[in-house]
């Protein structure tokens, strides 16, 4: 229904950061809310974070709390993940998702998702 790309991924000192971002294609992009998700190797895929349609209403997984932030900007098509502080038990696939309704943080509410961008964080 709508694709997007993530990127901002890469190799990072434990307690750095890395802004990650997410495009989406075509013109309902408001009509979306938000989120994003990660999977470390032999992990479940675990909510990171999700934003309301509107950008107004945010929320996060417990152990990122603090220190990660969502937001969007709607004209461009884009969410953010700015993510300080980070832990080497953090590495993973972070993935970028939509969902057409309000927010939620359970996957499989999400219908469209992108193809991830992988976050190292070196100890």
């Known amino acids: 229904q709508v694709q997007l790309v993530e990127s901002g991924g890469g190799l990072v000192q434990a307690g750095g950061s890395l802004r990650l971002s997410c495009v989406a294609s075509?013109?309902?992009?408001?009509?979306?809310?938000m989120g994003w998700f990660r999977q470390a190797p032999g992990k479940e895929r675990e909510f990171v974070a999700a934003?309301?349609?509107?950008?107004?209403?945010?929320y996060y997984a417990d152990f990122v709390k603090g220190r990660f932030t969502i937001s969007r900007d709607n004209a461009k098509n884009t969410v953010y993940l700015q993510m300080n502080s980070l832990k080497p038990e953090e590495t993973a696939v972070y993935y970028c998702?939509?969902?057409?309704?309000?927010?939620?943080?359970?996957?499989?509410?999400?219908?469209?998702w992108g193809q991830g961008t992988q976050v190292t964080v070196s100890s």
């Open positions: 934003i309301s349609r509107s950008g107004i209403m945010t």
């Open positions: 998702a939509a969902r057409d309704g309000s927010s939620s943080s359970r996957p499989d509410d999400f219908g469209s």
């Open positions: 075509g013109r309902s992009f408001r009509t979306y809310s």
